[in-house]
Every structure is written in structure tokens, then in C-alpha cells.
């Protein structure tokens, strides 16, 4: 897939709705820093040796061709419109950090955009691998064996007491930052929400999750990351992360059964509306979207609703973000246009 | 309550983080809640641990001195010879500035990494090749010390054991060095 079409589309690897427990973890991602030897890291790069920090990470790329790993496509950030890289960040493929002075950075994307490369990010090089559902595993040895293979043409910064140096140190070490993007609506409705994520924080993950008025996240969306990088392998922090994400499963699981089975008729009634609201509404505002696109999920998951494929409800999150409506549309829209357009875009999608 | 970020519009929106089990609101509008969740959606808030590091840092300069007596002491600090980043610019954007920053200001992160990670060993993977040179290069130190040592005690012919063997190990460096594309 070319780089016009990846900002073209909004299906990539991790919304096919595949993987492992896809009714609670939506995607996995794994994310690596490494750094060039020979340079200063990003923030202390003057443009001329960004540009050589690049070239570097360019041949290096080019090595990559025959070596088992697919095909890499490296772009700089200057290449793109302000549009195609805001889509890129509302994809998940790199982070808005890469949207500062961007002229000095690029990234690079396989075939089915489950791999990225951010460069000269915070740190030279960001790996990133991104699967739908929960792959944390897979993620990781498909990005150690991409990390290998650059390794042979880049020299990393690497001590040998502390591992791989990076220009924050509370990523230090391994480099490593593993996530899960989890859909939690039944603890949420049985006001469990806080009472687990404050004990996964004990545990020393770090968890987030964006609150509206009072306690309920919108869309129902958390995120869980490791918070340690030096002093435990790369497989311990992830088996630790996936051993706190099935307790995480199971409580969930449990909520949702319980409401299913105690509320039924209340299940039924917001799956309902949120269809209804979707179908026929002519203004729909992002926050509101993400409220019923989460209902609309737990509903398929529950099997009150069977109409709708599994990847189309992650697409739509994508879709009706600002960038990718602007996109659409082909011009530039107020705020209150993008609630019409983004309506209009969710009643095609479901009709 | 106005917005914590724009300072502008009406803070409706109230985001919560949970960070070490420290649990963080922010009060935000609309608007900018919408950016800060694009912003900050599958990647770690890294202010809030920047904070954390520069106060531990500050912290360090600071204390010895006490108070007032600190204005010269904390004017710079030691400076990295390689990248030029100063102490001062490390305790206040939390980023350090190159990979031979982190032997300059070695013993004063020390502790940093005990309070964030809890160790300071890296356990994890190797790269192969850089890792390799990384090894042999400790072992020509290691070499060289012996060398001088064994100098110091006029013991020569041992002394000429290391010369040799340094010799073969920095032909290894040196082969696997043209080895490498570059
Ligand atoms: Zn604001
Ligand atoms: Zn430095």
C-alpha cells in the first residue's frame, strides 16, 4: 500500500476487528526507541543532521529488500499536506509529536501498515507495531525482527549496563512501551470502571481514559501501557501486561453477563437507540459518535445486534474524526459542518 | 472553571490519569479535550513523567546548597562535552541530550532510575552487532588496565600477553566496523 492510499483509507491491520479477545481489546501496539550512535538525539539535531539522520535510516531501509521482513516505504513529513499527516495521527500510525517541525522528520510504513516508523521523533527511530485485538506478543517479535534486521546497517546508541539509550530515560533500557486499547462499557456500567483501573495503576501500568461530566469515559475507551523499561526483559513486561489484561477481560466478560442477564430489556433499549440515533441523525458531534459507536459495539458483542461486520464500527471511529472528514469532503469545514458531514458519513456506512 | 489549556473557553470536559496510581485531572473545553485525547490516544503522557524527572533533579541540585546559596551552583551545572546540554536543560525538559550524556551525568541518574523503573540494569535484548562491539570494546579496557598494570610491575612479558591479545581485539572492532555499511 502506497502512502496516497494509506491517508486515503481508513481501514488498516489493527481495525479489521481480528485477533484475540477482539470483544475487549480492540488493538495491541508496541512501540520501541532506538537511537544513532553517532548523533545527538532529535531535540539537539541541528536540520542538516536530522536530514543526515534520515538519509541513515533510508539506507538502512533500503537494506531491508529480500530480508523476510515485507516491504518498507520510507516519507518524509514534508512530503504530505497538513491534512494527510493530521489522518496519519487519527490512524494511530504515528504520533502528533511527529507534526512538530515536521520538515525534519519521516516515517516509514509497511505493506499493511501494522509496522511504523517514526523518525526523529523524541528519539531517532520509534517502532511501532500495531495488531488488532490482543497480539502483544506477535507485535513485539514482528518488531524485533524488523529492529534486527536495520541493526545491521544503523549502530545504535547501546551501553551495555543500561541497554539502549534513549533521550527520555523512563524509556531507558529495553525502550519498550506496549498498549492496549480496551472497550470497557459493561464495568463501566456497573460503576466497577475506577476500582479496576485503580488497581492496574497499583501494578504500575499506567492507565487512561477520557471522562466526560461525571465518571463515564467517552466511547468507553482505555488505554493500558507499562510504565517500566529497565531491569525486566522485553517478554516479561509483556507477559505482565497480558497477564493484568485477562483479569481485565474477565471482569468485563462478567459485567457484560451480568447486565445481559439482569437488564435485559435496558441492554436492548440503548443498543436500540444508539442504532436508531445513527441511522436517522442529521448532527452528530464526535463525543456523541464515540457514546454511540460504543453502545452500538457492545450490543454486536452481546449479540443483540447482528447486522454489522466487526471491523466496521473501528473504521467509523476513524472515519468521522476531523482530518478524514475534511479529506472527504475536499474542503475546509466548520465545526458545525463537520457534525453534518460526520452524520452523514455514519448513516451511508450502516444503510 | 476555565480551560486548563486555552485558557479561553469554559471547562466542560474533565480528563482523568492515572499515573503510578496518582490519579490527575485536567479541566479542559471541548475543543481541546478533543486534541489533547487525538494528541494523547496510544501514546504516554510524557509531561507528567518530564515533570517528575526534573523535579527529582532539581531536587538534587537544589538540596545541598539550600535556598539561597544556590544561584551560582544551579546557573548550568556540568555540561555534556559531546551534545552540550547542560544540567540545567536536562532538570527542566526532562530529555537528555546524547548517548554520552548519560555517562556525564551518570551518578546523578542513578536514582532517577530507581524511582521510575525500580532498577538499573537492562536485562533485555542485545542488538547483535552493536552489542557485540560493545563487549569487546569493555574487554579492551579491561585489556589496557591489565597492560598497565602489569607494566607498573615491570612484569613484561605478560604485559606483551595483553598487548597481543588488545591488537587481535581491535582488529575484530576494526573488521566489523568495515564490515557494516556506512
Ligand atoms: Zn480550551
Ligand atoms: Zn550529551
Redesign the interface.
Given at each position: 500500500m502506497s502512502i496516497k492510499e494509506t491517508v486515503s483509507a481508513a481501514r488498516s491491520c489493527w481495525t479489521t476487528g481480528d485477533g484475540a479477545e477482539s470483544d475487549v481489546v480492540i488493538s495491541s501496539?508496541v512501540r520501541v526507541a532506538r537511537?544513532l550512535?553517532e548523533?545527538?538525539?532529535p531535540?539537539?539535531l541541528s536540520d542538516e543532521s536530522a536530514e543526515q539522520v534520515i538519509q541513515a535510516v533510508s539506507?538502512a531501509v533500503n537494506?531491508t529488500a529480500d530480508q523476510g521482513i515485507g516491504i518498507l516505504e520510507m516519507t518524509g513529513m514534508g512530503e504530505l499536506t497538513p491534512v494527510e499527516r493530521q489522518i496519519l495521527?487519527?490512524k494511530?500510525l504515528i504520533?502528533?509529536?511527529l507534526l512538530e517541525n515536521y520538515k525534519n522528520k519521516a516515517v516509514v510504513l509497511n505493506n499493511d501498515e501494522s509496522v511504523s516508523i517514526m523518525i526523529n521523533e523524541?528519539d531517532h527511530l520509534r517502532l511501532q507495531c500495531?495488531l488488532p485485538g490482543l497480539q502483544l506478543h506477535e507485535a513485539w517479535h514482528r518488531l524485533?525482527s524488523i529492529?534486527?534486521v536495520l541493526?545491521?546497517?544503523l549502530?545504535?546508541?547501546?551501553?551495555?549496563?543500561?541497554?539502549?539509550?534513549t533521550?527520555?530515560?523512563?524509556n531507558?533500557?529495553?525502550g519498550?512501551?506496549a498498549?492496549l486499547?480496551l472497550h470497557l462499557p459493561g464495568l463501566a456500567l456497573v460503576n466497577q470502571i475506577s476500582g479496576v483501573?485503580?488497581t492496574v495503576?497499583?501494578l504500575?501500568f499506567?492507565?487512561?481514559?477520557?471522562?466526560?461530566?461525571g465518571t463515564e469515559a467517552?466511547g468507553n475507551l482505555f488505554?493500558i501501557?507499562n510504565?517500566?523499561?529497565?531491569?525486566?526483559?522485553?517478554e516479561d513486561i509483556i507477559a505482565g501486561m497480558v497477564s493484568v489484561a485477562r483479569q481485565i477481560i474477565a471482569s468485563e466478560r462478567s459485567a457484560r453477563q451480568a447486565l445481559f442477564k439482569e437488564r435485559r430489556e435496558h441492554m436492548e433499549d440503548r443498543v436500540g437507540r444508539a442504532w436508531g440515533i445513527l441511522k436517522h441523525a442529521g448532527i452528530v458531534t464526535?463525543?456523541e459518535a464515540m457514546k454511540l459507536f460504543s453502545d452500538l459495539r457492545l450490543g454486536r458483542d452481546l449479540n443483540i445486534i447482528d447486522l454489522i461486520p466487526p471491523d466496521l464500527i473501528t473504521e467509523l471511529m476513524i472515519m468521522t474524526?476531523p482530518a478524514f472528514l475534511l479529506k472527504m469532503s475536499g474542503k475546509d469545514l466548520s465545526?458545525f459542518e463537520r457534525d453534518v458531514q460526520r452524520a452523514k458519513l455514519i448513516r451511508e456506512k450502516l444503510a | 472553571m476555565e480551560c486548563e489549556r486555552c485558557k479561553q473557553r469554559p471547562a466542560t470536559v474533565h480528563l482523568t490519569q492515572i499515573i503510578n496510581n496518582q490519579k490527575k485531572t485536567m479541566n479542559l473545553c471541548e475543543p481541546c479535550a478533543r486534541e489533547f485525547q487525538t494528541e494523547n490516544f496510544g501514546f504516554l503522557p510524557q509531561m507528567n513523567l518530564h515533570n517528575l524527572l526534573a523535579g527529582l533533579f532539581h531536587h538534587q541540585l537544589t538540596n545541598p546548597f539550600g535556598q539561597q546559596g544556590i544561584q551560582q551552583a544551579v546557573s548550568e551545572g556540568e555540561i555534556c562535552p559531546r551534545c552540550g546540554l547542560s544540567e540545567r536543560r536536562f532538570a527542566q525538559q526532562g530529555l537528555l541530550g546524547c548517548g554520552e550524556c548519560y555517562s556525564k551525568f551518570g551518578d546523578k541518574l542513578e536514582p532517577v532510575f530507581r524511582r521510575i523503573h525500580g532498577n538499573n540494569r537492562h536485562t533485555g535484548k542485545v542488538p547483535e552487532r552493536t552489542g557485540g562491539k560493545v563487549k569487546i570494546t569493555n574487554q579492551i579496557n579491561k585489556l589496557k588496565n591489565s597492560l598497565k598494570e602489569a607494566v607498573e610491575r615491570e612484569e613484561f612479558e605478560l604485559a606483551a600477553q595483553f598487548r597481543d591479545q588488545i591488537k587481535e581485539l581491535e582488529k575484530k572492532l576494526g573488521g566489523e566496523e568495515n564490515a557494516c555499511v556506512n
Amino acid at each position: 500500500m502506497s502512502i496516497k492510499e494509506t491517508v486515503s483509507a481508513a481501514r488498516s491491520c489493527w481495525t479489521t476487528g481480528d485477533g484475540a479477545e477482539s470483544d475487549v481489546v480492540i488493538s495491541s501496539r508496541v512501540r520501541v526507541a532506538r537511537n544513532l550512535a553517532e548523533f545527538p538525539f532529535p531535540h539537539q539535531l541541528s536540520d542538516e543532521s536530522a536530514e543526515q539522520v534520515i538519509q541513515a535510516v533510508s539506507l538502512a531501509v533500503n537494506n531491508t529488500a529480500d530480508q523476510g521482513i515485507g516491504i518498507l516505504e520510507m516519507t518524509g513529513m514534508g512530503e504530505l499536506t497538513p491534512v494527510e499527516r493530521q489522518i496519519l495521527v487519527e490512524k494511530h500510525l504515528i504520533s502528533p509529536d511527529l507534526l512538530e517541525n515536521y520538515k525534519n522528520k519521516a516515517v516509514v510504513l509497511n505493506n499493511d501498515e501494522s509496522v511504523s516508523i517514526m523518525i526523529n521523533e523524541e528519539d531517532h527511530l520509534r517502532l511501532q507495531c500495531l495488531l488488532p485485538g490482543l497480539q502483544l506478543h506477535e507485535a513485539w517479535h514482528r518488531l524485533s525482527s524488523i529492529d534486527d534486521v536495520l541493526e545491521k546497517t544503523l549502530d545504535y546508541a547501546f551501553d551495555e549496563k543500561l541497554g539502549y539509550l534513549t533521550a527520555c530515560p523512563t524509556n531507558v533500557g529495553t525502550g519498550i512501551r506496549a498498549s492496549l486499547m480496551l472497550h470497557l462499557p459493561g464495568l463501566a456500567l456497573v460503576n466497577q470502571i475506577s476500582g479496576v483501573l485503580s488497581t492496574v495503576s497499583k501494578l504500575g501500568f499506567a492507565v487512561r481514559g477520557l471522562y466526560g461530566e461525571g465518571t463515564e469515559a467517552t466511547g468507553n475507551l482505555f488505554q493500558i501501557s507499562n510504565q517500566i523499561t529497565l531491569g525486566q526483559t522485553e517478554e516479561d513486561i509483556i507477559a505482565g501486561m497480558v497477564s493484568v489484561a485477562r483479569q481485565i477481560i474477565a471482569s468485563e466478560r462478567s459485567a457484560r453477563q451480568a447486565l445481559f442477564k439482569e437488564r435485559r430489556e435496558h441492554m436492548e433499549d440503548r443498543v436500540g437507540r444508539a442504532w436508531g440515533i445513527l441511522k436517522h441523525a442529521g448532527i452528530v458531534t464526535s463525543e456523541e459518535a464515540m457514546k454511540l459507536f460504543s453502545d452500538l459495539r457492545l450490543g454486536r458483542d452481546l449479540n443483540i445486534i447482528d447486522l454489522i461486520p466487526p471491523d466496521l464500527i473501528t473504521e467509523l471511529m476513524i472515519m468521522t474524526r476531523p482530518a478524514f472528514l475534511l479529506k472527504m469532503s475536499g474542503k475546509d469545514l466548520s465545526p458545525f459542518e463537520r457534525d453534518v458531514q460526520r452524520a452523514k458519513l455514519i448513516r451511508e456506512k450502516l444503510a | 472553571m476555565e480551560c486548563e489549556r486555552c485558557k479561553q473557553r469554559p471547562a466542560t470536559v474533565h480528563l482523568t490519569q492515572i499515573i503510578n496510581n496518582q490519579k490527575k485531572t485536567m479541566n479542559l473545553c471541548e475543543p481541546c479535550a478533543r486534541e489533547f485525547q487525538t494528541e494523547n490516544f496510544g501514546f504516554l503522557p510524557q509531561m507528567n513523567l518530564h515533570n517528575l524527572l526534573a523535579g527529582l533533579f532539581h531536587h538534587q541540585l537544589t538540596n545541598p546548597f539550600g535556598q539561597q546559596g544556590i544561584q551560582q551552583a544551579v546557573s548550568e551545572g556540568e555540561i555534556c562535552p559531546r551534545c552540550g546540554l547542560s544540567e540545567r536543560r536536562f532538570a527542566q525538559q526532562g530529555l537528555l541530550g546524547c548517548g554520552e550524556c548519560y555517562s556525564k551525568f551518570g551518578d546523578k541518574l542513578e536514582p532517577v532510575f530507581r524511582r521510575i523503573h525500580g532498577n538499573n540494569r537492562h536485562t533485555g535484548k542485545v542488538p547483535e552487532r552493536t552489542g557485540g562491539k560493545v563487549k569487546i570494546t569493555n574487554q579492551i579496557n579491561k585489556l589496557k588496565n591489565s597492560l598497565k598494570e602489569a607494566v607498573e610491575r615491570e612484569e613484561f612479558e605478560l604485559a606483551a600477553q595483553f598487548r597481543d591479545q588488545i591488537k587481535e581485539l581491535e582488529k575484530k572492532l576494526g573488521g566489523e566496523e568495515n564490515a557494516c555499511v556506512n
